[in-house]
């Protein structure tokens, strides 16, 4: 087992932890009564400890070092048991074993899972993470089925498992217990409430087909609406006594279920609309924009919070509002960043829950044991899950276009796990009200073990064992997305024709709204031109063209298989996305047996010796800073490529390129488009102007020998163009110049704009002149 | 339901109807209203006019080639049946409804469904769709925000993507291999029709 490796690693933590924790006892004591202004100082100390300082930072920062550890070795592990333990389990058991170390020396619990520090500081990103990243077409397509689920379903686990648990009580299976049918019906909403974060941590491990992944997953976010609002009216009814408990209440009770959920819901679209707004303008200030997501979304959890409305909605909801303006917004570098940022909290939030949730355990004070009440919940519990699922499902399918199959309802109701929140809903619970409190703290810990580990276990081999549709790692395919979009519209106008309101009214009216009003408001203005999703699946696909191609560049030791038109267009194109993040979107065509030709290998590397190579000596492949001025060097790239491309193309194919010169009328800042218009003048000799950026430095090159392979192609004016060439004449530099500045990303795509006016005149008034003065030596 | 009968009666050849597209009586009665709703000037039968009329269906990209669709190797005129059939193909893929090992498809089989849409595209009927087909569809459906080039290029890559015998147009079976992993029941349903 290579255990070994971080065995003292986690060892050496949780000693730590131990060496600490006489230190947080003694100091704690200290503290508290000797403050340092009343030590009396004999001589001047030349190194004090002063824990008591630091000491909650320390402690919370070294728990969660203690924890990341954890993971570390539970990751370490031999795969085989891997593969059968969820990694939530592990870490569950990890937790056993540090709650050990930690009783074994303090006699005591000291490091609990405090509810508060669970619900405000480990529970709101978990969320944040699932809102934003959450499959929003998907979900929303779901939402009805998701909504009776979490409502419905979790009422009549709660109603169901508490009326039961107290039938049994009153038939004595308990003994004897200071409780009643309210507290048994509060315990029962604790306990209903599928857990988000165990079901993520487990299904993540399965990968299930994607309707049952968003129905298990979509209710256990959107049942705390119904959680909330249970364990605060029985919370109530418990304090208010039996006797006080007439229809009034009760309707006060369903009232306030709308204004929970549904206030919880605004809170959170209204804190995406602030986070979209802002993302609009932090143009100016792209290193801190990524923040704002998370600063946000913790506010709109501890607004809800606040105003006692569901905090997980609103955290939901804001990520599932934001993502969208958001990501359209903001710089790509932020976007990344936020996306990283929030796995990494999200995943370290997860872990340090599981660790503590094991760690919990280990405590004398809480365990009050009583057979009946644990074993009866938990039969209760699963029977109950399965028997709802069931019923509603099957309502529901009498609805649905596709029925959810039985198997995929069996995984359905086997994936209802309890996990923290029901703990932190538990241990919350006031004890000189309800007088077993400990009695309920311990079966909510029994059964959140049982589900997540006995049934995280089980979950793997059930779905293989049935034969659950896994869901199928596909690549993106840029078909698919084409002909998706045609059903849409054929879908639409089938409903037009026999002329009822199907399903696509209202996904065609809502988008008709959010494209005139709602993107006009939220977005900017740039990101609105290139929105559409169709391109932005091409753009996708051509940057992992481009990724596939430099790999392979790598792996073979040059560009040599490609061939030479080609060549052209790759260089241009990986030089661009090394000038910046973007890529200009031209298709890579390249099919495979083109690229084995090897007559064109020693040209094709000559050339990017010459120029690629060359031009990038001023920088190493990680650290772009050049010591020249970039820009000149750019541009002066630019150029070289252009016209090799230039002569290479009307000497082989007697194409004309272009020739206009434009004089942009705007004085624009923009660097592209000065070297657009550079390109342009030089493809003129007659109307050679000095006003760009000529850096006599780079002259003489210019006037060297033009590489071998540019004179043989002038000369060779009878080879005939490849076919692959032939049919890539498209691309010839004539069109090749409109997409020099065509930029994808959220950025201005001002220049594309402008490049693309001028193009539009001048190809009306091009006069052709005659190739044969194109050649390598005119520069 | 009485009405339903007596309106049932009325249709001509509503029973055969029934067999072939697996329409339930309700369904028919209603898609008849409907025809009759569309048919303004009373004339008994549709023309492409009449499907101009209808507002939303003028602010679809595709409208013209559905029309087409309809109006199949080029008649100007559509009767109930026809109709009924074209819009058969939408209804949900019942798995329950018994196949008879002899007689032909569903209409609303996925296979059939996939067809139609393959119909859509080929407009010139060669039972290919080439590049200036698919790019006469990408070019109504992305019009504003895409150049000429960029078109171009899409329509290469979706091309290249199903192309398996490199003969630069697709074929109806390489169409169906690449839409092998989209759930076409679902994509090609209209709930209402079931």
Known sequence: MRLLPTCPCFLGASLLVCVTLPLAAGGGANASQSRPAEINVTHVPVVTVKWHHVETSYLVALWILVAGVAKMSVAQLNSKLKSFFPESALLIISGFILGGIVWGADKAQTFKLVPRNFFYFLLPQIILDTGYFMPNKLFFSNLGAILVHAVIGTCWNAAAVGISLWGCYLGGAMGNLQIGLLQFLLFGSLLAAVDPVAVIAVFEEVHVNEVLFIWVFGESLLNDGVTVVLYNVFDAFVSLGGEKINAGEIIKGIVSFFVVAFGGSLIGVVFAILISLLTKYTGKVQIIEAGFIFVLGYLSYLTAEMLSLSAILSVTFCGVCCQKYVNANMDEKSVTAVRYAMKVFANGSETMIFVFLGVTAIDTDIWVWNTGFILLTLLFVLVYRFMGVFFLTWILNRYRLVPIELIDQIVMSFGGLRGAVAYGLAASLDETRIKEKNLMITTTLIVVYFTVILQGLTMKPLVKWLKVKRVSPTELKLIEKVNNRAFEHILAAMEDISGRIGDNWWTRGWKRFEDTYITWFLMKPEARKNRDYLFSIFHKLNLEDAINYVTEAEKRGSLAFLNQTDVFVFLYFVFCSYRQDTVPSVSLNIHEHEMKRMNEDFNAHHLLQQHLYRSRKNYSRSNFSINQSEDEVQEIFQRTMRSRLESFKSAKMGVTPAKKITKHPKKDPNHKVRILSEMKRLHNPSVRTSSGVENPAFMPEMDTPPPPWVTEAEADTSVAPSQGAQRYLPWSPRNLHRLAPLRISDRSTDSFLMADAPATEESSEESPQQPSQRDGTHM | ?194
Do not use: W
């Not at chain 2, 032909?104 to 859509?120: A, M």
């Open chain 2, 1 to 194: 339901m009485g009405s339903t009968n007596s309106t049932l009666s009325k249709i001509p050849n509503a029973g055969d109807l029934m067999q072939e597209t697996g329409f339930s009586p309700a369904h028919i009665v209603r898609l008849y209203d409907r025809y009759k709703a569309l048919d303004k000037d009373k004339k008994g039968h549709l023309c492409p006019q009449d499907f101009g009329a209808i507002k939303e269906l003028a602010m679809n990209p595709i409208s013209d080639r559905i029309i087409g669709a309809f109006f199949s190797s080029g008649q100007e005129v559509l009767d109930f049946p026809s109709f009924v059939r074209i819009l058969a193909h939408f209804r949900p893929v019942d798995k329950n409804r018994p196949k008879d090992p002899n007689s032909p498809e569903h209409i609303n089989s996925r296979s059939n469904k996939l067809k139609f849409i393959f119909q859509l595209y080929d407009q010139d009927k060669d039972g290919k769709i080439s590049r200036q087909e698919l790019l006469q569809v990408l070019r109504t459906m992305l019009e504003k925000q895409v150049t000429e080039e960029q078109l171009e290029s899409i329509a290469d890559r979706t091309i290249q993507e199903a192309d398996l015998d490199r003969d630069d147009a697709i074929s109806f079976d390489e169409f169906r291999k690449s839409m092998e992993k989209v759930n076409i029941e679902h994509k090609m349903s209209i709930r209402f029709l079931r």
